[in-house]
């Protein structure tokens, strides 16, 4: 079995938690990936906090690599260019390696030019810094990570464990993933996006809370629920239900429902053999033409690529 090389290059000024991620994840999925930490020079880094880190690699790592991660700075070293030694670091990348950012590590990409044009995701709260800095990516602040193949670019902080599990299971299967995810403890797949997360009113105390009618709907995501389904089952008028479904999941009703059908959807094409068709019907969505719509909007693909990767990886 070839072990993927993921070469993590610490630049100074790193977040000492984010950096640890990839090794920590992708360390963990049986062998699989062979996890290498770089800096620009081979000397040790400074961190946001009050240590260093002594890496083992310099930037020839990086010609090695099938996978490089950027790992994210504070963001008082943003800026609009790239200083020449990380720039010379990112030039050893061979062409057609995929390139994975976690939070900022993103505004280094985006400097030295490799986003232009593609969807890219970062941190919310330096999202309008990014926006009026590299007007040629298109920033999607809502969402977790951000699939443009062959870059891959995360939010914030835990959204590193996010993105190595979709690494996992882009290369591996679900089965791995899911195994990853329960060793580390964390969820294999999180609802929502990073809207949730973004401050905002806490709901007000002993207010009912939506999660029991989203289990509800969890288990019925082959019927054609609308939202005065949904509140219905909260017992709250709809207005109520989707202005506190949105402060609890950073979602609409409608969104998360399409979102849930696309993940029931991605596990049947990965496990069965149904049809596009059948498994349509089985998650709510009224043709296959319409999943074939959302799953291309979600990650990309049609159910038949996304079929052929998975039963590649199996």
Not at 272 to 296: K, M, P, Y
Request: a positive charge; hydrophobic letters at 40%.
């Amino acid at each position: 079995m070839r072990r993927e090389r993921v070469v993590v290059l610490a630049l100074d000024g790193v977040y000492p938690f984010e950096l640890g991620i990839p090794s920590r994840i992708l360390g963990a999925a049986d062998g699989r990936y062979e996890v290498l930490t770089c800096s620009v020079d081979g000397r040790p880094v400074r961190t946001n906090a009050d240590f260093g880190v002594t890496v083992e690699h310099g930037p020839d790592a990086l010609a090695t690599a099938d996978t490089v991660v950027i790992a994210p700075v504070a963001p008082d070293r943003l800026t609009d260019g790239v200083p020449g030694d990380v720039l010379a670091a990112l030039a050893l990348i061979r062409p057609g390696t995929r390139i994975v950012s976690i939070c900022t590590g993103a505004f280094v990409l985006a400097a030295a030019g490799l986003l232009d044009g593609r969807r890219a995701t970062t941190h919310w709260q330096v999202a309008d810094r990014f926006r009026r800095m590299f007007p040629r990516v298109d920033l999607d602040p809502d969402v977790l990570f951000v699939d443009d193949h062959p870059f891959l670019t995360s939010a914030g902080a835990a959204s590193g464990v996010d993105i190595c599990l979709h690494l996992v299971r882009k290369d591996h299967g679900s089965r791995l993933a899911n195994s990853v995810a329960r060793r580390c403890v964390v969820p294999p797949f999180r609802d929502g996006g990073q809207a949730q997360y973004i401050e905002q009113p806490v709901p007000e105390q002993g207010a009912a809370s939506t999660a029991a009618t989203r289990a509800w709907a969890l288990e019925r995501l082959g019927e054609p629920l609308t939202l005065a389904d949904l509140s219905g089952h909260a017992r709250m008028s709809q207005r109520t239900f989707a202005r506190r479904f949105h402060d609890e999941v950073g979602l609409s009703p409608g969104r998360w429902l399409i979102q849930q059908r696309v993940v029931r959807a991605r596990h049947l094409l990965e496990s069965s053999d149904l049809t596009v068709d059948q498994i349509a019907g089985r998650v709510g969505f009224a043709t296959g033409a319409s999943l074939r719509q959302h799953l291309n909007a979600a990650i990309g693909v049609s159910p038949q690529a996304y079929r052929r990767t998975f039963q590649t990886a199996r």
